[in-house]
C-alpha cells in the first residue's frame, strides 16, 4: 500500500514538474546590458541573438525587436482558461544607426480580456 501512495505521489510530481511553465529569455534584464552611444550592432547579437524584425529606413537608421509572450498558465486547458493569470508580451525595441545603438526601449503589451 505504501509503495502505491509513493508511485502514485512520484507520478504526480513528475506530471506538474512536466506541466509547469518554463522560463523565458527576461528581456527587461538584457534590455539592461544594452547602452546607447556605447554598445554596437555586433555586441547586441552577442547578448540576444539575432533579432525577430528589423526596419531599415532611408536616412540608414534600423530598429531591431525582440518580442517575448508570457503566456497564461491556464490558457490551454478547457474551463480553467478563464482564470486571468499572467498573459503579456514584452518587447525590446533597438535603434542603431551607423552601426551604434542609439535608443532602446522596453516595455510590455497586455493581451485584450475576453468578455
Given at each position: 500500500m505504501?509503495?502505491?501512495l509513493w508511485l502514485l505521489?512520484?507520478?504526480?510530481?513528475l506530471?506538474?514538474?512536466?506541466?509547469?511553465?518554463k522560463?523565458?529569455?527576461n528581456l527587461a534584464s538584457k534590455a539592461s546590458l544594452i547602452k546607447p552611444n556605447q554598445t554596437n550592432k555586433m555586441e547586441v547579437t552577442q547578448f540576444l541573438g539575432p533579432p525577430v524584425q528589423i526596419f531599415v529606413f532611408p536616412d540608414g537608421r534600423e530598429e531591431w525587436y525582440y518580442y517575448y509572450r508570457v503566456k497564461n498558465f491556464?490558457?490551454?486547458?478547457p474551463l480553467a482558461n478563464r482564470y486571468k493569470g499572467e498573459d503579456y508580451t514584452e518587447i525590446l525595441k533597438i535603434v542603431i544607426y551607423k552601426d551604434q545603438v542609439v535608443d532602446c526601449?522596453?516595455?510590455?503589451?497586455?493581451?485584450?480580456?475576453?468578455r
Open positions: 505504501k509503495l502505491r505521489t512520484v507520478f504526480l510530481g506530471c506538474l514538474w512536466g506541466c509547469a511553465t522560463p523565458g529569455p491556464w490558457e490551454d486547458i526601449y522596453y516595455y510590455t503589451v497586455e493581451k485584450p480580456k475576453k
